[in-house]
């Protein structure tokens, strides 16, 4: 059979199938079971989609949470809405990262302040105001802000050292690194890890309003406010010493006098580190503060709600407003300790204590300093890994806060 042949055969035998359903659409008996498959069709493709949907939604609400709690990295508006949408008891919803929406959740927390009675005068008190707990759905701490609970817990056995979390969220052991470092801070009998319920704390106190106005809330660095205004708050009930978690405790706090500041400039006092005696002279001085801040608080201006508080009350209470001039004596007892003292190394070479090229200008500068603070605002960024012996930190993480240092496996 030749080619053209084969495909003429081809051809018309499709010719006359084509001729048969047109031949069998005309018949009665050929539309009548048509509708009938088509029903049955129907009937299975509707039991499989109920089947799909059902098995959708139980999915979803299982795994989605779990998914957009370790998946999502920048907190947009958008998975914001979704998070709480899909909320279950399970389920943390995020709060804005910059915001302190968490403190007003009702999600489960530490066993809260209120409920012991810290030891006045004999505290250390350390803020965690931001939401990343709460976000973390439990609480959650980095190396470097453990180390410096370690080493103030280290070097003052005789104080008490409060780490407290105004953001809900529990302690779970699951073995990550934030674990590890909150489990070797636990095995220190004078650390406290607490809750810090914002409402509750500064009731009755003359910053009240701050809070329950939302004046923190609306603030542009409300988690900064809220760590400036606490510190007072602390001082204010317990008195004590506040110091920033980004501070190295170098030496004994014991020894210092009990109100005390540092500056940080010949026209700031600094506000990372102070301490208050709990009742007489040093009550009065830090309801002074408190009231600065009840007046003044624009929640606008971040240094005159921090460092401005604590330079104002010195101008007030010294008789000298030129802080250089500002001494025990002409401070009614009040001591400015030198910068020297607890910012050795200043914020102008912030960078040195992550740099091996100043290891040794570092170690000079902090010499007989008794705490370092570290400028977390402008440092927070920089990773130093733990393989690099000469960084000036990592140094003082091995001496002072060995115990979180040996929980790093890579990157302090
Ligand atoms: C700073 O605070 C003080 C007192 O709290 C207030 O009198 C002053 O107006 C404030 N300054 C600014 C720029 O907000
Ligand atoms: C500050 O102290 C210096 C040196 O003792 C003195 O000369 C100066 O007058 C003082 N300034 C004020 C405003 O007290
Ligand atoms: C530390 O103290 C010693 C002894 O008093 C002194 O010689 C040295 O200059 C001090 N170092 C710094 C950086 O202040």
Aim: hydrophobic share 35%.
């Amino acid at each position: 059979m030749s080619k053209s042949l084969s495909v003429q055969f081809v051809a018309s035998e499709w010719n006359i199938k084509i001729d048969k359903v047109i031949d069998m659409m005309n018949n009665k008996v050929f539309v009548r079971s048509t509708s009938f498959y088509l029903a049955i069709v129907l009937f299975f493709v509707l039991i499989y989609s109920i089947h799909i949907l059902s098995w959708k939604t139980m999915t979803e609400s299982d795994t989605k949470p779990i998914t957009t709690q370790k998946e999502e990295a920048p907190r947009t508006p958008h998975t914001e809405a979704q998070t709480v949408t899909t909320k279950k008891a399970t389920v943390t919803p995020k709060v804005p990262q910059n915001s302190v929406d968490c403190f007003r959740q009702n999600a489960p927390t530490l066993p809260d302040i209120s409920s012991v009675n810290p030891k006045r005068g004999k505290s250390v008190f350390f803020h965690e105001t931001s939401c990343i707990s709460y976000n973390n759905g439990k609480i959650s701490i980095t190396a470097r802000q453990a180390c410096a609970v370690e080493s103030a817990a280290r070097l003052n056995p005789n104080l008490d050292v409060y780490l407290l979390y105004t953001s809900p969220g529990e302690i779970k052991m699951e073995g990550d690194e934030s674990d590890l470092y909150l489990q070797a801070l636990m095995k220190y009998d004078n650390v406290k890890i607490m809750h810090l319920d914002f409402a509750k704390y500064t009731k009755g106190t003359p910053v009240e309003e701050l809070y329950t106005s939302k004046k923190l809330d609306n603030s542009l660095n409300s988690i900064e406010h809220a760590s400036d205004i606490l510190r007072y708050v602390s001082l204010w009930k317990y008195g004590g010493i506040y110091l920033d978690l980004d501070t190295i405790t170098l030496k004994t706090l014991e020894k210092l006098k009990p109100n005390f500041a540092s500056p940080e400039s010949t026209s700031f006092v600094a506000a990372g580190i102070l301490g208050f005696e709990p009742d007489g002279v040093g009550h009065q001085w830090a309801d002074m503060c408190l009231n600065d801040l009840r007046v003044g608080f624009t929640g606008k201006d971040w240094a005159n709600s921090s460092v401005g508080v604590i330079t104002r009350l010195l101008r007030s209470i010294c008789t000298t407003p030129v802080i250089p001039n500002m001494t025990e004596e002409t401070c009614k007892g009040f001591k400015l300790y030198p910068t020297k003292d607890f910012y050795p190394v200043f914020w102008d070479k912030y960078m040195w204590m992550f740099q091996e090229e100043h290891f040794l200008d570092t170690l000079k500068l902090a010499e007989n300093a008794t705490a370092t603070h570290n400028w977390n605002k402008l440092t927070r960024g920089i990773k130093i890994n733990i393989k690099n012996v000469y960084i000036p930190y990592l140094y003082y993480a091995k001496k002072f806060c060995p115990n979180v240092l040996s929980e790093c496996k890579e990157i302090f």
